[in-house]
């Protein structure tokens, strides 16, 4: 029993021992594991990066990053944008904004903004440093950040102005035509209106009529802006001529022929901007909704609903109310014993009652189909001494006349771009475009360097 007892407690003692040594063993282990990497990188680390650098190359090193703090950002501003929204969405300061807006001369200038205006600002930490915008076509506002504070500086930067002469032949239409030239709808649609009077560029216009239109570019530091006038042009509609120049004396522009007779007549030829003639003057006309022989006493121009009617010429409103089969018509009475009658509208102009005097081009209603219209248009009439005229073919009056005492000045001023419509050897099919002969522009443009 004896021998058992002490059996026993010879093997708890070596269990016991085993154990001590696996602890130790595990324990010694993980601390090799965990002093290794240490040791095994602590040669690996040179002694030199402890060194300072000198204070030089402290201040060199920090430099960028100073700098970098600067932040430029152009601004495109948006609908109903202002300076104060601006500066709120962008977190800058407000203070710096009432400084700049106290500058003298320039709040005008700055506060005006338009959506798609640029302004260019450079802030730093939310401090704006500089701030420019263009103010016009020909001014730059710039505003700089000083030991002092703010300083602002209007420059300038002029636009150049040259003049090209471009010429087509029409094979479908006026837009085409100008297009193929490598003109612009802009200069297109001015040369219409000037010949407006004359030519009816709907229903006159036929294949192989051609034009010359001699026109400002605008130009700013060697890019190209827009077109600017119209200066001279001519049109050959149906083998016929037209020429027109451009002339101005005083605050009066306008254009002329060459024997300085105005272009602009007393009337319009069409009072509304139409898609076609649905029924031309017809005094024996079979009327389409009486189905009589009733005569059509004007001419019908189809157009939409809402499209604006306008005064074929100055005069006094005699009649505006509702006038039987016309359903909604005014009626203008006008010098030389001349009236128009508008019928058919929709509504009137909201400035427009009876007695009230327009001006030639002047919206005074809106295309409609009241009374007896099968369709949208609108009934246009053109009366002398009360007997109704075909307002297609009546000969209508002109504008006044240059008077003699301006004739030497017109003739001195036009002679030079009524010489650009003459025919000359071309650089391309369809254009013109030489590069450096020196031309004298109308009065009113002869402060600007043209090249032609």
Known sequence: MQRNKTASRIKLLSLAFAATLLVSFVVRSRQHQSIAPQA????VVPTAVTTVPPP????????????????????????NDTLDAIFRRMSLDLSDLSAIRNLPGIRQSLDYLKPGDSIKLTHMDGEVQQLSRRVSETQILSVVRG???FSAQLSANPVQTRVRTASATIDSSLFQAAESAEMSDAIALKLANVFAWDIDFVLDIRE????????????QDGKYLHDGELLAAEFVNDGKAYRAVRFQQGNSVGYYTPQGQPMRKAFLRAPVDFTRVSSEFNPHRLHPILNTIRGHMGTDYAAPSGTPVHAAGDGRVSFEGVRGGYGNAIMLAHSSNVSTLYGHMSRFAKNVHLGSHVQQGETIGYVGMT???????LHYEYLIDGVHKNPQTVRLPGAEPLR????????LATAPLLSSLDPAPRTAPGTSLTGSTTVAAAPGANDKRSVR
């Open 40 to 43: 095994l990188a602590a040669p």
């Open 56 to 79: 030089q190359i402290l201040a060199a090193a920090a430099a960028p990053t100073e700098a970098s703090l600067a932040s430029s950002v152009e601004i495109i501003v948006r609908r």
């Open 147 to 149: 030991e002092a504070g």
């Open 208 to 219: 192989g009529d051609r034009f010359t239109a001699v026109y400002e570019q605008i130009y």
């Open 371 to 377: 009374g007896l219209a099968t369709g949208p248009h």
């Open 404 to 411: 003699a005492d301006v004739m030497q000045q017109f003739k």
